[in-house]
């Protein structure tokens, strides 16, 4: 493996970090200090191709060039004012992502959990402006993922994450994507204003949301007049070939999020709003300190010109080409998801296949049982077919199982 300087480790960080963080997150064994495009350098220099993107976050990989420059010339000028005043970055992307996602207002968070806040509040505020009280139930679904906070993890329809933090906020009912009839019932029901979902659920496993489940959404939906709030923090930012998933399934939601590929590698959260809902919120009734940032939404500008429709095909060219190789290894069982947004079933137990790769220089994620990629949307073709005759030899080697 090849090796590069990289700039100093003070201390030992590993120890550091374990005695002075939260400990929330249980960390690769991995401390980095460096990266380029598709490629991150550990602190003992050893290199490694990056198929995680920082969790679908970097579309142009790391430090891109560009993108920097972008962010460092806002940061020079005018780097934080409050949503008090009017400033010029923010104004043109919302403007920008309108135009892309055929949407009418944006309003800008630093984070999906918050985005999906905004979008939720949005959704209960619609419904009683418009029906008055007592229609607020938001149905989610079944190993969905929405966020962190007391609310959006209320909204996440999965056991798991509701074990330790009760009280938390009512109003949400889940529906399996397979059970059709069951949706249908909880859409027709009085006490629902919105539906939301993820087109291709990430967290929960890289699992597309199937024909049907879409097609009954959509027509219950309009029938109802129940909100369509689709969750494209993971899937938006042109992760999945198209700028937003439900532009390349025919959908037309009231509410969209988006969140981690949006700003390149800065927080940055937006709940993006139909015609239906684009004068609910009022001023007072929502809010952030830091949402829209100047360099935050600069940096976001610049990303988002330059993810055109024929750098989307490119991605979706690079997912068709991972599909092909993964779906005919021997260690593969199924692949799911979409453009660069894949998950694969693999024979060896996740854990062991991405210590294998890590120690053969590629980093990859999990996504429950499932291996997840999540490359940027720009990695070379050269560096991304490495990795992937990388993955092939890892899943399929048997002999380390
Ligand atoms: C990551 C994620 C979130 C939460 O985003 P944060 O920025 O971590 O708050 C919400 N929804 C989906 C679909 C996600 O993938």
């Known amino acids: 493996m090849e090796t590069e300087t990289t700039a100093p480790v003070k201390a030992n960080i590993k120890e550091l970090d374990l005695r002075y963080i939260a400990n929330t997150y249980a960390r690769f064994p991995i401390v980095l200090t460096k990266g380029k495009g598709s490629l991150v350098w550990d602190e003992g220099g050893k290199e490694y191709i990056d198929l995680g993107s920082g969790i679908a976050v970097n579309p142009f990989g790391l430090c891109d060039e560009e993108w920097a420059s972008v962010v460092s010339a806002q940061l020079g000028q005018l780097q934080h004012v409050s949503n008090l005043y009017y400033t010029e970055p923010s104004t043109l992307l919302a403007e920008a ?4 996602a055929g949407m009418s207002r944006v309003f800008f968070a630093n984070s999906g959990a918050e985005a999906n806040e905004c979008a939720i509040k949005t959704a209960r505020k619609y419904s009683r402006d418009t029906y008055g009280e007592g229609r607020h139930t938001i149905v989610t679904v079944s190993g969905g993922f929405h966020g962190r906070t007391i609310t959006t993890l209320a909204a996440t329809a999965q056991p798991g994450f509701h074990e330790h933090f009760m009280p938390f906020t009512e109003g949400f009912e889940y529906v399996d994507a397979a059970n059709t009839a069951d949706l249908e019932r909880l859409l027709s029901q009085k006490n629902v204003c919105a539906l ?14 199937p024909q049907a489940f879409l097609d009954t959404a959509a027509k219950l939906c309009a029938q109802n007049d129940v909100l369509m709030l689709i969750d494209e923090v993971q899937t938006g930012g042109g992760r999945t070939g198209t700028y937003f998933s439900y532009q390349g399934l025919g959908l037309k939601p009231d509410i969209v999020t988006s969140a981690k590929g949006l700003g390149g590698g800065l927080p940055i959260g937006a709940a993006l709003f139909g015609e239906k809902t684009k004068d609910v919120l009022t001023p007072g009734l929502h809010g952030s300190t830091f949402g829209a940032n100047p360099a935050v939404t600069a940096g976001a500008l610049n990303i988002l010109s330059r993810t055109t ?7 979706g060219k690079k997912g068709q080409y991972i ?10 069982l199924s692949v799911s998801g979409r453009g660069l947004m894949l998950g694969i079933e693999t024979k060896r137990p996740v854990g062991d296949v991405l210590k294998e790769l890590r120690e053969r220089g590629v980093l990859a994620l999990s996504a429950k049982s499932k291996l997840r990629l999540l490359p940027s949307l720009n990695i070379p073709w050269d560096v991304l077919s490495k990795a992937v005759d990388i993955i092939i030899e890892v899943i399929s080697n048997e002999t380390s199982a």
């Open 323 to 332: 599909i092909s190789k993964l779906e005919s290894a021997s260690g593969t």
């Open 309 to 315: 429709d024929e750098f989307m095909d490119d991605v």
């Open 97 to 100: 992502l309108c135009e892309k």
């Open 196 to 209: 939301m979902f993820e087109t291709i659920q990430g967290e929960g496993g890289v699992n597309c949301m």
